[in-house]
């Protein structure tokens, strides 16, 4: 979950640009996000993105970042009342972040609508993907979410998560050879000191 949401203030921050005045303190208190922040801490920030709401309501980043902080404090409902807020900015965003919201929240029939929509914005996009394959495997739903791992991984195959989550699914399955060389791909690629996925090789894999 934190390596999930550090991705997730990466993709945002990446995003951003900045104008004067209240983006500056804007910018300043975003950057504070942490995964370690505390729900104290978080809830101040929120009081600090409502302030600069109040002055300018067509300040969409600062609906951004509020949304952000209340999935940090698992408040779906008012995350995704400020994510209607992105959809005049970045409509991709919006379908994105609001479907990663909703899957959080369990509400799995409308995330992968929102995930279809940020599909066919951006059909090169990986990690919509990998998101939506990821609701699929909550859902117990593992062979949709195999399909949806193989189309992240023809968009990029060099992703050593990525086969981590399919090799999840294909264990789900029992397809333990899949999944033995999603585990040894995933070394592979990027996690040669992963003891877990080791220890799950040489308890599975010949």
Same mark, same amino acid.
């Given at each position: 979950?934190?390596?999930?949401?550090?991705?997730?203030?990466?993709?945002?921050?990446? =995003?951003?640009?900045?104008?004067?005045?209240?983006? $500056? %303190? =804007?910018?300043?208190?975003?950057? $504070?996000?942490? !995964?370690?922040?505390?729900?104290?801490?978080?809830?101040? !920030?929120?009081?600090?993105? !409502?302030?600069?709401?109040?002055?300018?309501?067509?300040? /969409? #980043?600062?609906? #951004?970042? #509020?949304?952000?902080?209340?999935? /940090?404090?698992?408040?779906?409902?008012?995350?995704?009342?400020?994510?209607?807020?992105?959809?005049?900015?970045?409509?991709?965003?919006?379908?994105?972040?609001?479907?990663?919201?909703?899957?959080?929240?369990?509400? /799995?029939?409308?995330?992968?609508?929102?995930?279809?929509? +940020?599909? #066919?914005? +951006?059909?090169?996009?990986?990690? *919509?993907?990998?998101?939506?394959? =990821?609701?699929?495997?909550?859902?117990?739903?593992?062979?949709?979410?195999?399909?949806?791992?193989?189309?992240?991984?023809?968009?990029?195959? %060099?992703?050593?998560?990525?086969?981590?989550?399919? +090799?999840? +699914?294909?264990?789900?399955?029992? &397809?333990?050879?899949?999944?033995?060389?999603?585990?040894?791909?995933?070394?592979?690629?990027?996690? *040669? &000191?992963?003891?877990?996925?080791?220890?799950?090789?040489?308890?599975?894999?010949?």
């Amino acid at each position: 979950m934190k390596i999930f949401i550090f991705s997730l203030v990466l993709f945002f921050a990446s =995003l951003i640009s900045y104008s004067q005045n209240d983006n $500056k %303190k =804007l910018e300043e208190v975003a950057n $504070k996000l942490t !995964t370690d922040s505390t729900n104290e801490q978080l809830l101040e !920030t929120v009081n600090l993105f !409502t302030e600069i709401i109040e002055k300018d309501s067509s300040n /969409y #980043r600062a609906y #951004r970042y #509020r949304s952000l902080c209340y999935f /940090y404090i698992l408040d779906y409902d008012n995350a995704l009342k400020d994510i209607e807020h992105m959809k005049n900015e970045s409509e991709y965003d919006y379908y994105m972040f609001k479907a990663v919201v909703l899957k959080n929240k369990k509400d /799995y029939k409308m995330s992968l609508l929102s995930f279809d929509e +940020a599909i #066919r914005m +951006a059909p090169k996009d990986v990690y *919509p993907h990998v998101e939506k394959g =990821l609701c699929y495997f909550e859902m117990e739903n593992y062979s949709l979410a195999i399909s949806e791992f193989d189309k992240a991984l023809l968009i990029d195959n %060099k992703l050593c998560f990525l086969y981590e989550h399919k +090799a999840k +699914a294909e264990f789900a399955v029992g &397809n333990k050879e899949n999944a033995c060389s999603c585990w040894k791909k995933s070394i592979e690629l990027g996690t *040669p &000191n992963n003891t877990e996925l080791k220890s799950l090789i040489k308890e599975n894999c010949k």
